[in-house]
Protein backbone atom coordinates (compact mmCIF):
# COMPACT_ATOMS: atom_id res chain seq x y z
CA UNK A 1 0.00 0.00 0.00
CA UNK A 2 2.74 2.15 0.89
CA UNK A 3 4.54 1.66 -2.67
CA UNK A 4 1.48 2.35 -4.29
CA UNK A 5 1.24 5.94 -2.55
CA UNK A 6 4.91 6.82 -3.24
CA UNK A 7 4.77 5.22 -7.18
CA UNK A 8 1.19 7.63 -7.29
CA UNK A 9 3.13 10.47 -5.76
CA UNK A 10 6.22 9.88 -8.41
CA UNK A 11 3.96 9.97 -11.16
CA UNK A 12 2.22 13.23 -10.22
CA UNK A 13 5.36 14.79 -9.51
CA UNK A 14 6.73 13.85 -13.55
CA UNK A 15 3.62 15.05 -14.76
CA UNK A 16 3.73 18.59 -13.17
CA UNK A 17 7.41 18.71 -13.98
CA UNK A 18 6.73 18.11 -17.97
CA UNK A 19 3.41 20.65 -18.06
CA UNK A 20 6.28 22.86 -16.22
CA UNK A 21 8.64 22.34 -19.01
CA UNK A 22 5.54 22.71 -21.56
CA UNK A 23 4.60 26.02 -20.00
CA UNK A 24 8.04 27.14 -20.27
CA UNK A 25 8.40 26.07 -24.30
CA UNK A 26 5.27 27.35 -24.84
CA UNK A 27 6.09 30.89 -24.51
CA UNK A 28 5.64 33.29 -27.01
CA UNK A 29 5.06 37.13 -27.49
CA UNK A 30 1.74 38.01 -28.61
CA UNK A 31 2.41 41.67 -29.63
CA UNK A 32 5.20 43.42 -31.37
CA UNK A 33 8.93 43.44 -30.31
CA UNK A 34 10.58 46.53 -29.42
CA UNK A 35 14.39 46.07 -29.57
CA UNK A 36 15.92 49.21 -27.45
CA UNK A 37 19.42 50.82 -28.13
CA UNK A 38 20.20 53.70 -25.56
CA UNK A 39 22.25 55.56 -28.29
CA UNK A 40 21.51 57.79 -31.36
CA UNK A 41 21.28 55.83 -34.86
CA UNK A 42 24.57 54.84 -36.77
CA UNK A 43 26.31 53.78 -33.72
CA UNK A 44 27.85 49.94 -33.05
CA UNK A 45 24.81 49.33 -30.76
CA UNK A 46 22.26 50.63 -32.89
CA UNK A 47 24.07 48.42 -36.00
CA UNK A 48 23.36 45.41 -34.20
CA UNK A 49 20.32 45.78 -32.95
CA UNK A 50 19.13 46.52 -36.94
CA UNK A 51 21.25 43.12 -37.96
CA UNK A 52 19.19 41.11 -35.24
CA UNK A 53 15.85 42.96 -36.34
CA UNK A 54 16.18 41.87 -39.91
CA UNK A 55 17.49 38.08 -39.04
CA UNK A 56 14.44 37.99 -36.45
CA UNK A 57 12.06 38.75 -39.48
CA UNK A 58 13.36 37.60 -42.21
CA UNK A 59 14.15 34.13 -41.32
CA UNK A 60 10.89 33.92 -39.68
CA UNK A 61 12.51 33.70 -35.85
CA UNK A 62 9.79 35.38 -34.27
CA UNK A 63 5.79 35.47 -35.29
CA UNK A 64 4.90 39.22 -34.84
CA UNK A 65 6.77 41.93 -35.88
CA UNK A 66 10.16 43.82 -34.71
CA UNK A 67 11.02 47.26 -34.31
CA UNK A 68 14.13 49.04 -32.90
CA UNK A 69 13.49 52.00 -31.02
CA UNK A 70 16.12 54.39 -30.15
CA UNK A 71 15.96 55.86 -26.62
CA UNK A 72 19.75 58.24 -26.58
CA UNK A 73 20.46 60.17 -23.33
CA UNK A 74 22.92 59.44 -20.06
CA UNK A 75 25.33 57.15 -21.98
CA UNK A 76 22.35 54.72 -21.96
CA UNK A 77 20.58 55.16 -18.53
CA UNK A 78 17.55 56.82 -20.98
CA UNK A 79 16.90 53.20 -22.18
CA UNK A 80 17.42 51.46 -19.67
CA UNK A 81 15.05 53.33 -17.64
CA UNK A 82 12.51 53.04 -20.47
CA UNK A 83 13.01 49.23 -20.19
CA UNK A 84 12.43 48.32 -16.54
CA UNK A 85 9.30 50.35 -17.16
CA UNK A 86 7.91 47.42 -18.35
CA UNK A 87 8.85 44.91 -16.29
CA UNK A 88 8.10 41.21 -16.73
CA UNK A 89 7.52 42.17 -20.13
CA UNK A 90 9.16 39.15 -22.80
CA UNK A 91 8.39 41.59 -25.98
CA UNK A 92 11.01 44.18 -24.99
CA UNK A 93 14.72 43.58 -25.35
CA UNK A 94 17.45 45.36 -24.92
CA UNK A 95 20.41 45.44 -26.88
CA UNK A 96 23.77 47.09 -24.98
CA UNK A 97 27.18 47.45 -24.23
CA UNK A 98 29.69 47.65 -21.59
CA UNK A 99 28.41 50.91 -20.59
CA UNK A 100 25.83 48.89 -18.56
CA UNK A 101 28.39 48.23 -15.82
CA UNK A 102 30.67 51.19 -16.09
CA UNK A 103 27.98 54.12 -15.84
CA UNK A 104 27.26 51.86 -12.35
CA UNK A 105 30.88 51.98 -11.24
CA UNK A 106 31.15 55.61 -12.28
CA UNK A 107 27.69 56.60 -10.33
CA UNK A 108 26.33 57.82 -13.27
CA UNK A 109 23.44 55.42 -13.34
CA UNK A 110 21.91 53.45 -11.17
CA UNK A 111 20.77 50.62 -13.56
CA UNK A 112 23.77 47.57 -13.27
CA UNK A 113 23.28 43.96 -14.46
CA UNK A 114 21.17 42.91 -11.33
CA UNK A 115 18.52 45.15 -11.99
CA UNK A 116 17.78 43.46 -14.99
CA UNK A 117 17.55 40.02 -17.07
CA UNK A 118 20.24 38.91 -18.72
CA UNK A 119 19.69 37.16 -21.86
CA UNK A 120 22.68 37.01 -24.33
CA UNK A 121 26.52 38.03 -25.25
CA UNK A 122 26.16 38.21 -28.96
CA UNK A 123 29.53 39.04 -29.66
CA UNK A 124 32.32 40.77 -28.62
CA UNK A 125 34.39 43.76 -30.37
CA UNK A 126 38.06 45.69 -30.44
CA UNK A 127 38.34 49.48 -29.86
CA UNK A 128 40.44 51.24 -32.43
CA UNK A 129 41.91 54.55 -32.05
CA UNK A 130 41.89 56.18 -35.44
CA UNK A 131 42.60 60.12 -36.77
CA UNK A 132 42.56 61.77 -40.36
CA UNK A 133 45.09 60.75 -42.86
CA UNK A 134 47.16 64.08 -42.35
CA UNK A 135 47.19 63.96 -38.69
CA UNK A 136 50.31 64.80 -37.44
CA UNK A 137 50.02 61.41 -34.96
CA UNK A 138 51.29 59.08 -38.34
CA UNK A 139 51.71 56.02 -35.52
CA UNK A 140 50.55 54.83 -32.32
CA UNK A 141 53.80 55.78 -31.39
CA UNK A 142 53.07 59.46 -32.14
CA UNK A 143 50.47 59.39 -29.92
CA UNK A 144 51.70 58.12 -27.34
CA UNK A 145 54.39 60.75 -26.69
CA UNK A 146 52.24 63.54 -27.03
CA UNK A 147 49.51 62.10 -24.24
CA UNK A 148 52.70 61.70 -22.24
CA UNK A 149 54.19 65.54 -22.92
CA UNK A 150 50.79 67.10 -23.08
CA UNK A 151 47.21 64.69 -22.65
CA UNK A 152 45.55 67.87 -22.35
CA UNK A 153 46.12 69.02 -26.00
CA UNK A 154 44.54 66.02 -27.20
CA UNK A 155 41.00 66.36 -28.24
CA UNK A 156 38.78 62.76 -28.50
CA UNK A 157 35.80 61.74 -29.65
CA UNK A 158 33.67 58.60 -27.89
CA UNK A 159 30.56 57.61 -27.79
CA UNK A 160 28.53 57.08 -26.08
CA UNK A 161 29.89 57.97 -22.16
CA UNK A 162 32.51 58.86 -19.82
CA UNK A 163 33.45 55.56 -18.94
CA UNK A 164 32.66 53.45 -21.59
CA UNK A 165 35.12 51.06 -23.39
CA UNK A 166 35.97 53.80 -25.89
CA UNK A 167 37.32 56.02 -23.08
CA UNK A 168 38.75 53.38 -21.01
CA UNK A 169 41.16 52.89 -24.08
CA UNK A 170 42.18 56.33 -24.78
CA UNK A 171 42.84 56.16 -20.59
CA UNK A 172 44.90 53.39 -20.18
CA UNK A 173 46.88 54.53 -23.18
CA UNK A 174 47.40 57.64 -21.71
CA UNK A 175 48.19 56.21 -18.43
CA UNK A 176 50.39 53.80 -20.08
CA UNK A 177 52.59 56.76 -21.87
CA UNK A 178 53.22 58.24 -18.73
CA UNK A 179 50.39 60.99 -19.37
CA UNK A 180 47.41 62.47 -16.89
CA UNK A 181 44.79 60.02 -18.72
CA UNK A 182 42.51 62.65 -16.39
CA UNK A 183 43.40 65.71 -18.27
CA UNK A 184 42.18 64.43 -21.81
CA UNK A 185 40.07 66.27 -23.60
CA UNK A 186 36.81 64.21 -24.18
CA UNK A 187 34.11 65.05 -26.12
CA UNK A 188 31.27 62.66 -25.87
CA UNK A 189 28.88 62.44 -28.48
CA UNK A 190 25.14 59.91 -28.20
CA UNK A 191 26.58 56.88 -30.64
CA UNK A 192 29.62 55.99 -32.70
CA UNK A 193 28.35 57.35 -35.64
CA UNK A 194 28.27 61.04 -34.05
CA UNK A 195 31.91 60.10 -32.63
CA UNK A 196 33.07 59.24 -36.29
CA UNK A 197 31.27 62.24 -38.00
CA UNK A 198 33.01 64.83 -35.57
CA UNK A 199 36.89 63.13 -35.89
CA UNK A 200 35.71 62.89 -40.33
CA UNK A 201 34.82 66.53 -40.41
CA UNK A 202 37.77 68.12 -38.45
CA UNK A 203 36.39 69.08 -35.20
CA UNK A 204 38.64 66.25 -33.14
CA UNK A 205 41.72 65.07 -32.78
CA UNK A 206 41.16 61.35 -32.09
CA UNK A 207 38.38 58.70 -31.93
CA UNK A 208 37.70 56.13 -29.94
CA UNK A 209 35.60 53.73 -31.36
CA UNK A 210 34.37 50.13 -31.65
CA UNK A 211 36.41 48.58 -34.71
CA UNK A 212 33.30 48.07 -37.11
CA UNK A 213 32.69 51.48 -36.84
CA UNK A 214 36.04 52.68 -38.53
CA UNK A 215 35.74 49.50 -41.62
CA UNK A 216 34.16 51.84 -44.27
CA UNK A 217 35.46 55.07 -43.84
CA UNK A 218 39.33 52.89 -43.97
CA UNK A 219 38.67 51.37 -46.52
CA UNK A 220 37.65 54.86 -48.36
CA UNK A 221 40.64 55.97 -46.88
CA UNK A 222 39.01 58.56 -45.17
CA UNK A 223 40.69 58.10 -42.23
CA UNK A 224 44.01 55.75 -40.52
CA UNK A 225 43.68 53.48 -37.19
CA UNK A 226 46.93 53.87 -35.24
CA UNK A 227 46.00 50.65 -33.03
CA UNK A 228 43.12 48.45 -31.41
CA UNK A 229 42.95 47.53 -28.47
CA UNK A 230 42.70 43.85 -28.94
CA UNK A 231 44.59 40.67 -27.72
CA UNK A 232 45.52 39.99 -31.35
CA UNK A 233 45.20 41.67 -34.99
CA UNK A 234 41.79 41.94 -36.13
CA UNK A 235 41.04 40.23 -40.21
CA UNK A 236 40.02 42.17 -43.02
CA UNK A 237 40.90 45.75 -44.11
CA UNK A 238 41.91 46.07 -40.36
CA UNK A 239 44.52 43.23 -40.60
CA UNK A 240 47.61 45.00 -41.18
CA UNK A 241 46.76 47.39 -38.08
CA UNK A 242 48.91 46.46 -34.82
CA UNK A 243 47.57 46.12 -31.64
CA UNK A 244 48.62 48.43 -28.81
CA UNK A 245 50.57 45.31 -27.23
CA UNK A 246 52.59 45.39 -30.21
CA UNK A 247 53.44 48.90 -29.57
CA UNK A 248 54.39 48.48 -25.77
CA UNK A 249 51.04 49.10 -24.74
CA UNK A 250 49.58 47.09 -22.48
CA UNK A 251 45.56 48.57 -23.75
CA UNK A 252 43.17 45.40 -23.73
CA UNK A 253 39.83 46.24 -23.52
CA UNK A 254 36.78 44.11 -24.80
CA UNK A 255 33.52 45.71 -25.56
CA UNK A 256 30.98 42.79 -26.30
CA UNK A 257 27.46 43.47 -26.97
CA UNK A 258 24.21 41.93 -24.93
CA UNK A 259 20.51 41.42 -24.91
CA UNK A 260 18.92 42.15 -21.87
CA UNK A 261 15.11 41.73 -20.71
CA UNK A 262 13.42 43.70 -17.81
CA UNK A 263 13.32 42.90 -14.82
CA UNK A 264 10.91 40.41 -13.31
CA UNK A 265 10.57 38.36 -16.60
CA UNK A 266 9.93 35.12 -16.18
CA UNK A 267 11.56 31.42 -16.75
CA UNK A 268 9.28 30.83 -19.73
CA UNK A 269 10.10 34.24 -21.19
CA UNK A 270 14.15 33.56 -20.69
CA UNK A 271 13.80 30.27 -22.11
CA UNK A 272 11.76 31.45 -25.39
CA UNK A 273 14.96 34.26 -25.85
CA UNK A 274 17.94 31.17 -25.18
CA UNK A 275 15.92 29.56 -27.57
CA UNK A 276 15.62 32.56 -30.20
CA UNK A 277 18.86 34.34 -29.72
CA UNK A 278 20.83 30.68 -30.12
CA UNK A 279 19.14 30.17 -33.85
CA UNK A 280 20.02 33.60 -34.14
CA UNK A 281 23.78 33.36 -34.17
CA UNK A 282 23.70 30.08 -36.09
CA UNK A 283 22.68 32.01 -39.14
CA UNK A 284 24.71 32.19 -42.22
CA UNK A 285 23.44 35.98 -41.70
CA UNK A 286 24.73 36.60 -38.77
CA UNK A 287 28.19 34.57 -39.36
CA UNK A 288 28.93 37.01 -42.36
CA UNK A 289 28.03 39.81 -40.11
CA UNK A 290 30.88 38.54 -37.35
CA UNK A 291 33.43 38.15 -40.20
CA UNK A 292 32.34 41.98 -41.91
CA UNK A 293 32.88 44.13 -39.03
CA UNK A 294 35.54 42.16 -37.11
CA UNK A 295 33.40 40.59 -34.57
CA UNK A 296 34.36 37.95 -32.47
CA UNK A 297 32.11 35.09 -31.85
CA UNK A 298 31.24 34.92 -27.98
CA UNK A 299 27.80 33.84 -27.49
CA UNK A 300 26.58 32.89 -24.27
CA UNK A 301 23.34 32.04 -23.32
CA UNK A 302 21.40 33.73 -20.64
CA UNK A 303 23.14 31.79 -17.63
CA UNK A 304 26.55 31.90 -18.69
CA UNK A 305 25.88 35.60 -19.48
CA UNK A 306 24.63 36.21 -15.59
CA UNK A 307 28.33 34.75 -14.20
CA UNK A 308 30.04 36.93 -17.27
CA UNK A 309 28.45 40.12 -16.06
CA UNK A 310 29.70 39.96 -12.40
CA UNK A 311 33.14 38.93 -13.60
CA UNK A 312 33.19 41.87 -16.02
CA UNK A 313 31.89 44.13 -13.76
CA UNK A 314 35.37 43.59 -11.45
CA UNK A 315 37.35 43.92 -13.91
CA UNK A 316 36.13 46.97 -15.47
CA UNK A 317 35.89 48.56 -11.47
CA UNK A 318 39.88 47.62 -11.44
CA UNK A 319 40.71 49.67 -15.08
CA UNK A 320 38.28 52.40 -13.73
CA UNK A 321 39.96 52.75 -10.80
CA UNK A 322 43.27 53.04 -12.08
CA UNK A 323 41.98 55.92 -13.90
CA UNK A 324 40.42 57.59 -10.72
CA UNK A 325 37.00 57.13 -11.86
CA UNK A 326 35.45 54.27 -9.81
CA UNK A 327 33.08 55.22 -7.18
Known sequence: ?????????????????????????????????????????????????????KILQERRLVDVPVAVVNKPGGGGAVGWTYLNQHAGEGN?????????????????????YTHITPLAILLSESVAISVLPDSPFETGKDLLSRLKQDAASVSVAVGSSLGSTNHIAMALLAKAAGGDARKLKTVVFQGG???????????????????????????????????????????????????????????????????????????????????????????????????????????RDSVAT??????EYGHFRAALSEVGMAK
Do not use: C
Not at 2 to 26: C, P, T, W, Y
Not at 306 to 311: F, L, P
Open 1 to 53: MVRLSVSVLLLILIALLADANNAIAEWKPDRPIEIIVGTGVGGGQDKSARTVQ
Open 92 to 112: IIYVGNPTLLTNHIVGRSPVN
Open 193 to 299: GEAITALLGGHIDVNSSAANNVVPHLEAGKLRVLGVAAPRRLGGVLANVPTWKEQGVNALVTNWRMVAGPKGMTAAQIAYWDGVLGKLTQTEEWKKDLELNAFEDTY
Open 306 to 311: ERYMKD
